[in-house]
């Protein structure tokens, strides 16, 4: 009976689990919500050894027909979820080629260590020319796409985005 009650338990458990992973994903996706400056964000350098496993993420990236025509302005990119895995590209942009254009999307194939439900996304921009991204989308191993709309120039040498996570225990974001 004792296993019975346990196998019972460990299903409920289960059920839970799947049911606040998707609700947290669609709440995330769907959040209207405006990007903000985060001057306080600093790139997770203290993965631990459980990050070893490492997954693909796609990203997609609109810029905005009102941005400039092109920009050579380094573009880094952090994201990541509540429980401190982070997934860090120190620059996507290449001069030589026509990333970033006014009213194009980009498709990146980045790796990093695997993450639960994403909730934070930050762009860095350092440069002069100036760019405005629409929106980012996050396509992961095993989770829904994410996406981040921006659709406002992101400000020198800071990091802009969102954080939408939520305090988990042992973990801040």
Not at 45 to 71: F, G
Not at 145 to 160: D, H, R, S
């Amino acid at each position: 009976m004792g296993g019975r009650n346990s196998a019972v338990l460990l299903l409920l458990v289960l059920i839970a689990a799947a049911f606040f992973t998707f609700s947290q994903a669609r709440s995330i996706a769907s959040t209207p919500t405006k990007p903000h400056v985060f001057r306080s964000f600093t790139i997770n350098t203290n993965q631990s050894a459980v990050t070893a496993r490492s997954c693909s993420y796609t990203l997609t990236i609109k810029t905005s027909c009102s941005s400039p025509k092109y920009t050579r302005d380094r573009v880094s990119i952090a994201f990541g979820d509540a429980y401190g895995f982070e997934v860090y590209a120190p620059r996507l942009d290449n001069p030589s080629s026509k990333i970033f254009e006014r009213c194009s999307t980009d498709t990146f194939q980045i790796r990093g260590p695997c993450t639960y439900e994403i909730c934070y996304l930050n762009l860095l921009r350092v440069g002069s020319d100036g760019w405005k991204p629409e929106s980012v989308k996050v396509y992961g191993p095993d989770r829904p796409v994410i996406t981040f709309k921006y659709n406002k120039f992101l400000p020198n040498g800071v990091w802009f985005g969102f954080n939408h996570c939520r305090k988990v225990s042992g973990s801040v974001i």
